[in-house]
């Protein structure tokens, strides 16, 4: 299993072997260091997608270290 990446400032989890540039806000403050995560399917129907003020679709962690 590839290595999950995410970004410090939206959360937004990615394989390290992408970009090493977070695909949704371009931010290059990446960490391995995170807990648990949430799929966002439809943000504009989520209350979770509203709590995190997600607004793309994707995977996001909720705890980031």
């Keep these: 299993m590839a290595t999950r990446l995410v970004c410090r400032e939206c959360h937004r989890v990615q ?3 992408e970009e ?3 695909e949704s806000c ?3 403050s990446l960490t391995e260091d995170w807990a648990g995560y ?3 399917a439809h943000p504009e ?3 979770i ?3 995190m003020e997600v607004t793309e ?3 996001y962690a909720l ?3």
């Design 26 to 28: 371009g931010s290059t």
């Design 15 to 17: 394989n390290a072997d």
């Design 57 to 59: 679709p994707g995977a």
């Design 45 to 47: 129907d989520s209350e």
């Design 38 to 40: 949430v799929v966002i």
């Design 49 to 51: 997608a509203r709590e």
């Design 20 to 22: 090493q540039a977070c």
């Design 63 to 65: 705890k980031v270290r």
